[in-house]
């Protein structure tokens, strides 16, 4: 792929931030965007590396409309040799194909997609934060950008690579979250695009979350929408219990998102030699086994916190706490070797690294 570069002039150069100012996450973008089109009988064309700004959309655009979008989440780390990281890209490729399928959008080349990425992240080096813990956030996303209205999947699509720097997910780090069982709403349904990372999914946990977080909770837990009872996901993240000595977690039933991490965690916890399970978990189940001693920890795993410590859920009223609301032994050891492995301080067993030249 011949990648056109036009270079932001210094004067139109973005204010980076300090050293040492708290990052928060996606509030700083980089200088640069990769921008590239699709048109039915055409395929992908024009790729290029222009000056971070403003898209150009027709107010009919069928995005704006029927919400034919996808998107991706991943992250470039600056190790501690000094070279730039990528952790396991080629998976986050093969899940934007796969969102791809299933809203109707144009499958990329994954090899395109990640040299787009490597292009991108070698020009904006300098956005990368190089304290332990921060990282450049990398969004890949694709619209419909045909102009027309009508139900029907686009003829034009726009794919796009914004970038910036982030810290820590969640204001306080690592500490434990608490999280509200939500019985009200529901995230995905059985045949819907629960599996697949599209605007419309997050868009229809907002109402949930915004409640959640005005009673003092970090996150929302998802239920099954069929019978309310399974445990499905958090809103960022995949989720794990530790129940008896075995590592558990929903299994992927086209409803959960297919997470990287959470397929690192799965990884490395059989490497480990501890008993995993990938089943159904009933709620009533987690706070039985919370409520006698069996639950010994819960946590999240996504790209953005990595490994988010649970230390409490609430349901109907009720709050059980999660090993006494501290971080887990596991989740500590599993947010090491990931993080460990991502900054280059720990070997590549998996070869999940690729490095930026």
Known sequence: MDIRV???PPEALREKPRSGEKLGFGNHFSDHMFLMEYTQGRGWHDPRIVPYGPLHL?????????????FEGLKAYFATDGSICLFRPEK???RLNRSAARMCLPELPVEDHLQAIRELVRIDREWIPREKGASLYIRPTMIAVEEGLGVRPSAKCLFFII????GAYYARGFDPVRILVEETYVRAAP????????GGNYAASLLAARKAKERGFDQVLWLDAVHRRFVEEVGTMNIFFVLGGELVTPPLSGSILPGVTRDSVLTLAREWKIPVAERPVGIEEILDAARNGTLS?????GTAAVISPVGAFSFRGKEVVVNGGKTGDLSL????????IQYGEIPDRHAWIHRVE
Do not use: C, D, W
């Not at 970038?163 to 982030?166: E, H, I």
């Not at 050891?333 to 460990?340: A, D, H, S, V």
């Open 92 to 94: 986050n490729a093969q």
């Open 163 to 166: 970038t910036g720097p982030v």
């Open 58 to 70: 027709s107010p009919s655009a069928m995005v704006l409309h029927y919400g034919q979008e996808i």
């Open 191 to 198: 045949g819907g695009t629960g599996e697949a990372k599209t």
């Open 333 to 340: 050891r599993l947010f090491r070797e990931i993080t460990g």
């Open 6 to 8: 036009a270079k932001a």
């Open 297 to 301: 920890e819960a946590f999240g795993s």
